[in-house]
């Protein structure tokens, strides 16, 4: 299937087939194309919980409202951001940067070359993905706003602003695994319409955990009409300049 073959294939799914089981495998393999999904400064603060366990699917439709995206899957993967492995991500980019450097790079160029990947993370990205609440964190901001008087700076350095960079990459994580899936002809619906607590608590996830998405995989009811896609007009979305 091509791309473009995939794309159009992909719905929002609502009732799935109970009749037509799915390879459990080939959703994990789907997942793991999925971990090819860009994510900013390439920190991977995401996991994918994959249920197939029938009790922990009632839960979790239970937490979903009792949606029929959710309640009519058998297998549904939660998508979950974890601010709280920034560090260890950020040594671990470091680590695989150093290695890279030594590979691709001169002997003579590996100093500066590692030097500038110190930099970004080893001080900037612990900087900018702590968690600092409170006063902590409003001094952070006023630095930043400072040192932007003088040059370019990200702008976006809150708590809530990290919360929008690590669901923003997740998304993509999760919208790679849906295109992955309907590849493989299966279906899929994306959800964040959930009680993320009961999910948490559901999942065993620790506090700091946050769950972005669920999608639900199945595949689809034949005999249940999908209707029309809607979408506004492509001229309202679209801004050519130059
Ligand atoms: C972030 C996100 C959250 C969504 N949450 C829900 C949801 O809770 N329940 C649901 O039925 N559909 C949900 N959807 C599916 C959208 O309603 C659907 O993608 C949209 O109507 C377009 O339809 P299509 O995907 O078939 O093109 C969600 C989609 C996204 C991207």
């Excluded at 003088?150 to 602003?161: C, G, I, K, L, N």
Aim: hydrophobic content about 40%; glycine content about 4%.
């Amino acid at each position: 299937m091509s791309i473009q073959a995939a794309l159009e294939h992909r719905r929002a799914i609502r009732q799935y087939d109970e009749t037509r089981p799915l390879d459990s495998e080939c959703v994990k393999h789907c997942l793991e194309l999925a971990t090819l999904a860009p994510t900013s400064s390439n920190m991977q603060l995401w996991e994918a919980y994959h249920v197939t366990d029938p009790t922990l699917l009632r839960h979790l439709g239970r937490a979903g409202f009792g949606q029929t995206a959710l309640t009519s899957a058998p297998e549904l993967v939660v998508f979950v951001v974890r601010p709280d492995y920034a560090r260890r991500r950020a040594k671990a980019n470091l680590a695989a940067q150093r290695e890279a450097i030594r590979k691709a790079y001169p002997e003579e160029k590996w100093e500066k070359y590692t030097k500038r990947q110190e930099t970004y993370y080893g001080k900037l990205v612990p900087f900018l993905y702590a968690r600092c609440f409170g006063l902590v964190g409003l001094l952070r901001k006023a630095l930043v706003q400072l040192v932007g008087l003088f040059t370019p700076v990200p702008r976006q350095v809150s708590e809530a602003d990290y919360d929008v960079v690590l669901h923003k990459s997740c998304a993509l994580v999760a919208q790679t695994f849906m295109l992955a899936m309907s590849e493989q002809g299966y279906d899929t619906c994306p959800l964040e319409g959930f009680d993320s607590w009961r999910v948490k608590r559901a999942l065993h996830l620790p506090y700091a955990a946050q769950v972005s998405m669920i999608v639900s995989c199945g595949v689809r009811r034949a005999d249940v009409p999908l209707g029309e896609r809607s979408r506004i007009p492509f001229e309202e979305q679209y801004h050519r300049l130059g």
